[in-house]
């Protein structure tokens, strides 16, 4: 855009006005996509409910052995009873999940971080759509830095991946990573979400913020929020129903799940929030009555 100064401020986002293209199909957005790609956004988003619980466990793609994930093995069949999606590396599917969970697939396709690096922003694709249709996977994951050092690289692999997820049906799901020095504000989630849906993401996975229900509104695809570091149990259900609250289609937490205590109960208690309408407080009851010992 030649000139940026002086632009009009965006505010008039319908909040609380449903979605319009919204039928008959229930994503948001997908309305007038084809059948292999709702087929398999169906096997996300709960065709009841509309929404979805995630379980993120791709740490280790950039974190390595992660407190929680040491034994993938034994860890996340455990949780599988509270869990819509698994979102991994094809490396952890192939290698410590039973192929059979019936659950639907998440799989991570961008690489290149590491917590040695000073910048994450810099990732190549290290999945092709070759892989991704063998693992039967029901979205393929890119992470996206807009704003950042390596926003031109990312998009041009997040645009790779739509591109070839548009061919064979595949939905991507837009990471929008936040790095360390950029704000989390509404203002940047409006812009870097809409900017991921606009390339053609079907589904985005971000941050929660204040003004959240601005952002969802703005954003033609659903969001599903991002847990982040481990908070207390009962700050990450508040978390959690905000997210839903402000119009969330669904939650897609690592951290506050597999390294709580009690996880299977944590998820359990997530997935009241997504699908069955409890609130914060009724899920902490729920989780506190579920681990008395
Ligand atoms: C984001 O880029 C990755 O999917 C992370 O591995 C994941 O979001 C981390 O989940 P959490 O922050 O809830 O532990």
């Not at 992660?66 to 455990?78: Q, S």
């Not at 991994?88 to 019936?102: F, K, Q, V, W």
């Not at 290290?126 to 029901?138: C, T």
């Not at 908070?231 to 129903?241: G, I, K, M, S």
Request: charged share 25%; net charge negative.
């Amino acid at each position: 855009m030649a000139d940026k100064d002086g632009l009009k401020v965006s505010k008039d986002y319908g909040v609380g006005i449903p979605f319009a293209n919204n039928t008959p199909f229930h994503v948001k957005g997908a309305n007038n996509l084809d059948w292999g790609m709702k087929r398999h956004l169906s096997n996300i988003f709960d065709a009841k409910s509309g929404k979805t619980v995630m379980f993120a466990f791709d740490h280790g793609y950039f974190m390595g052995s992660t407190a929680g994930l040491e034994r993938l093995d034994l860890v996340i069949p455990k949780l599988l009873p509270a869990i819509d999606v698994l979102m991994g590396t094809r490396g952890a599917l192939r290698t410590c999940i039973p192929p059979d969970t019936g659950k639907a697939i998440a799989l991570r396709v961008s690489s290149g971080s590491s917590m040695l690096n000073d910048d994450l922003s810099h990732e190549i694709l290290a999945v092709d759509m070759e892989d991704s249709i063998r693992m039967n996977a029901d979205c393929i994951a890119v992470q996206t830095f807009i704003g950042a050092d390596g926003q031109l690289s990312s998009i041009d692999n997040l645009s790779k991946c739509i591109n070839a997820g548009m061919r064979y049906n595949i939905p991507v799901l837009g990471v929008v990573a936040v790095g360390k020095d950029m704000e989390r504000t509404d203002r940047f989630f409006k812009l870097a979400t809409r900017i991921v849906a606009e390339m053609g993401a079907n589904i985005i996975k971000t941050y929660y913020c204040d003004n959240f229900e601005e952002v969802v509104a703005a954003c033609p695809v659903p969001i599903v929020v991002a847990g982040g570091k481990k908070l207390p149990e009962r700050d990450a259900l508040t978390l959690a129903y905000n997210s839903i609250a402000g119009g969330a289609a669904g939650l897609d937490m690592g951290r506050n799940i597999f390294q709580s205590e009690n996880s299977l109960e944590m998820a359990l208690a997530i997935r009241k929030i997504v699908h069955e309408g409890f609130t914060d407080k009724e899920a902490w009851e729920f989780f506190r009555e579920a681990t008395k010992s």
